[in-house]
């Protein structure tokens, strides 16, 4: 099977992972809340498509739309449907109104996740709910490769993971811990699928490999500052929410061509 669009391997991707976790995982996700984060994000791309927007064609906007629900639930966890409505919500308005140009630079599925923890008492993420089975990362590792094979940002998930995996090394190292700890603390579904799903998405990160590379350096520390020193369990996605807005000025720092989905056209 061949996709033309990146997005379409994205979709098919982020469908087998939350049937995977709901079916081999035993998670308490119900049916409702998926439904209400596709539906309202489906929904949302569609008004602010059709009111702000004049040259996004509805089609092919939709996949965007329909991968951000994706990702909100595979990652968030609410106890309330309206709370994830509320983060469908904001997730697709940070598109159209957190933007310079054309381009975005808050990720959206992050931005609607920020919300429902800082706006509402009823939404976590569970950083462990993948568990600790290496089987897991060669299924994200193989699958998250094929979509940045073809979107070229595989510099972005290079640098974060080689960048978090050193400093947790030598802090591992320096406290003399066992390397089963080190492992454990890498060993994360939900640190994989930020890196390969959400800190790559071409339309929020810096346009120039330089600039990507040092973006992703910079999230990489702000994570390992946050998680040890803070004892944030979802430090990465709040350091990718504060080093976002940054993205505009590595742009501006260094010049590149903005980027542009092959076969669609651009949001």
Known sequence: ???????DYQILFLCSFLILGIGARDWTLKPKVICVAIGTCLVTQ?????????ESPVGKSL???????????????????????????????SKFVF????????NPANFGIITALVFTNDAWVSPGQWGEDWWYAIIFAGCGGMVLKRVGRWDT?????????????????????????????????????????MVTDPRSIPNTPIGRVTWAL??????????????????????????????????????????????????
């Open 218 to 267: 910079c999230i990489a520390a702000l994570t390992f500052i946050l998680r040890n020193y803070f004892y944030l369990s979802t430090a990465v996605f709040w350091a990718l929410f504060a080093l976002a807005p940054t993205t505009v000025w590595f742009d501006t720092l260094f010049q590149g061509h903005s980027f542009k989905w092959k076969v669609l056209s651009a949001e």
């Open 63 to 93: 996949k965007s739309a329909l991968i951000t629900s994706l990702g909100l639930s595979l990652l968030l966890r609410v106890d309330h449907w309206t709370t994830m409505a509320l983060a469908a919500t904001c997730a697709i308005a």
């Open 157 to 197: 998930t290079a640098a974060f993971l080689g960048a978090y995996s050193l400093l947790e090394a030598v802090r591992n190292f320096w406290l003399e811990w066992t390397w089963d700890v080190f492992w454990h603390r890498l060993m994360s579904g939900s640190l994989l699928l930020f890196a390969l799903f």
């Open 1 to 7: 099977m061949y996709f033309k669009d990146p997005r």
């Open 46 to 54: 569609l008004l602010m498509s059709f009111f702000l927007s004049k």
């Open 99 to 106: 933007k310079v140009g054309e381009k975005h630079f808050f």
